[in-house]
């Protein structure tokens, strides 16, 4: 670490304590609980809705940020995914976690007013509206630097802030069609396929959540915040990296290959004598040779097909058929237990009940059981990646519409009651009592 990065971040962090500790003249600012967090002190505005908005936050929550979020009255639609749990979204519990959680209408001039002072009271801004809403508001980015030269804004969308596709709608799973690696998923002689959770959303949120620290760490430095735009696109195509520069050099445009993965061999899913499917890699010619002696079969070192990873790429097929003859003699318990042994690289497919089950995520407590307020308790992802001096926390799972409303109006606002039930009443903010 350079001596300049490292004040950067002694100034960052001193910063970020003195103004969790100091009163603004809007009442006392609220100071999460618990261990001295990496993020401890830094206020965060999220206005972003469903997935990769909500998941930039909460990364920033788990590790200390005070993050408060705002959604509709009628609820942010993330709480219509996923299952439910005696009407609670058990979807929500986990992605709006350690998060005070304001309801406004941010239709309405009075909403916008509000959330335009939550804004200039914050070091970081996070939404995910299509680009050109905000600026309708007038809280985009331009115009409240120009109050607060300090706020850092991470804005999400489909297609980025500038160019010719940026007023597109645009999800997750659109952007990675536009990305090129819908393209390549899935099997060849079957149209492209999806993976099944929100990916591209997830990643986005990161690379916010990471440019957002970076803009802390650089506004130490300079005295001013700035805008990091992530593009839900750009994301997804992020993963693409090693095949630009390949088309630029000659021309080759990667394709749909199943569960193998082209110049990586052997990488691929087999059948097991049972049925259970069992992944290895082993492209190294070290981590190959003791694949050979898992299978009892030395004989594939010495055989110039395989002997060099450059050869077993060009007689992938023939090396494939060999694994796949092997692993369908022999269970998948049996299978695994020998690459293990012989230190391969290899997994059975696991279901969520295998998670649930497994003494590996029990024994780095991947899974944490927190209190929840109607339903009792609930189990959560933990949160990563793991520091071993200020590891991210839980503090609480994610609530109801509207919960916070009157304490955040109160403490950060310093509105007084008869000025909340008076936007209670104007339908601009809903109190508590909203839906889980």
């Not at 830094?42 to 990364?59: Q, W, Y």
């Not at 804004?119 to 980015?141: C, H, M």
């Not at 445009?253 to 061999?265: C, D, E, N, Y």
Request: with cysteine; charged share 20%; net charge negative.
């Amino acid at each position: 670490m350079t001596a300049d990065l490292h004040d950067a971040i002694r100034a960052a962090t001193h910063e970020a304590a003195h103004e969790a500790t100091h009163d603004t003249g809007a009442g006392e600012r609220h100071v999460p609980r618990g261990p001295n967090l990496p993020l401890q002190g830094l206020k965060v505005l999220e206005l972003g809705s469903t997935v990769a908005g909500p998941f930039c936050g909460r990364l920033l929550a788990d590790f200390g940020a005070e993050v408060i979020k705002v959604e509709p009255p009628e609820g942010d639609p993330l709480r219509t995914m996923g299952e439910h749990e005696a009407g609670v979204s058990l979807y929500a519990a986990s992605l709006l976690r350690n998060k005070s959680l304001l309801a406004v209408d941010l239709r309405c001039a009075e909403g916008q007013a509000l959330v335009r002072r939550l804004a200039l009271q914050s070091d970081i801004v996070v939404e995910n509206f299509r680009p050109g809403t905000l600026e309708k508001w007038g809280l985009d980015y331009t115009s409240l630097s120009k109050v607060a030269p300090r706020l850092i804004m991470v804005r999400i969308s489909g297609y980025g802030q500038t160019g010719p596709y940026r007023e597109r709608a645009g999800y997750g799973v659109i952007s990675e069609a536009a990305s090129g690696i819908r393209h390549m998923t899935g099997d060849p002689d079957r149209p492209p396929a999806r993976v099944a959770v929100s990916m591209t959303d997830y990643l986005t949120g990161l690379y916010g959540a990471w440019g957002a620290t970076l803009a802390v760490l650089a506004r130490a430095t300079t005295g001013r915040g700035q805008c990091v735009d992530a593009a839900l696109y750009e994301s997804a195509f992020s993963m693409m990296e090693p095949f630009v520069p390949a088309f630029a050099a000659h021309g080759t445009i990667p394709a749909r290959t199943g569960s193998s993965l082209p110049g990586s061999v052997p990488n691929n899913l087999y059948v097991c004598a049972d049925g259970g499917y069992i992944v290895l890699a082993a492209m190294a010619d070290a981590v190959f040779r003791r694949l050979a002696e898992a299978m009892e079969r030395s004989d594939l070192t010495s055989d110039a097909r395989f002997s060099r990873a450059p050869e077993r790429v060009k007689h992938q097929h023939a090396l494939d058929g060999e694994i796949a003859r092997w692993c369908a003699t022999l269970p998948l318990a049996d299978v695994e237990a020998r690459l293990h042994r012989h230190e391969v690289p290899a997994s059975r497919i696991f279901s969520m009940a295998d998670v649930f089950a497994d003494p590996h995520f029990e024994a780095r407590a991947m899974l944490r059981r927190v209190a929840h307020d109607k339903l009792g308790e609930v189990t959560l992802a933990a949160p990563l990646p793991n520091l071993s001096a200020t590891p991210g926390t839980i503090r609480h799972s994610g609530g109801a519409v509207g919960q916070d409303s009157r304490r955040v109006l109160r403490e950060v606002l310093a509105l007084s009651e008869s000025e909340i039930a008076a936007l209670a009443a104007s339908g601009t903010v809903l109190l508590e009592g909203g839906r889980s």
